[in-house]
């Protein structure tokens, strides 16, 4: 019995140890940061990075999707993000087909630039409490 209790304490800690890797782990495919005011995460390569981010973007008022025109996702996006003014305020370059940005709300218009080829999303508007979901397609 003693034996016994021994090797599922040693599974829990052996198990605990796993678990705090895999969640590290998770946070490495992440692209975090911020321009002034605004701050943005992007990534989802892979259906777990994707899974994770649905959950941790929830808060993000503005998600951007880049894809193919047949579904296949992008990555590698350069995004421009311009205020109502025509007033650049933020850029990046997306590690994956989703990218989440955290504007203040207002009125936006924003550019996505993928080898070459811009897309433009004219007049958008953020509101506090909800999110706004733009697919963005070449």
Do not use: C, H
């Not at 990534?43 to 047949?70: H, M, N, W």
């Not at 990555?75 to 421009?80: G, H, I, K, L, Y």
């Not at 109502?84 to 370059?93: A, D, L, R």
């Not at 590690?95 to 993928?114: C, K, M, Q, T, V």
Request: aromatic share 14%; glycine share 10%.
């Amino acid at each position: 019995m003693k034996s016994l209790r021994w090797f599922m304490i040693l599974v829990a800690i052996f198990g605990t140890i796993l678990s705090a890797r895999f969640a590290y782990s998770e946070e490495e495919f992440l692209k975090k940061g911020s321009e002034g005011r605004i701050v943005f995460m992007s990534g989802g390569v892979g259906q777990t990075e994707r899974d994770i981010l649905k959950e941790r973007g929830k808060a993000y008022p503005l998600k951007l999707v880049f894809s193919k025109r047949k579904g296949e996702y992008l990555s590698n996006v350069r995004v421009e993000l311009f205020d109502e003014k025509g007033k650049k305020i933020f850029t990046t370059v997306s590690d994956g087909p989703w990218l989440f940005i955290e504007p203040p709300s207002g009125i936006y218009y924003l550019e996505a630039n993928f080898k070459g080829e811009k897309r433009t999303i004219s007049k958008f508007q953020i509101e506090k409490g909800t999110q706004k979901v733009l697919s963005i397609q070449w």
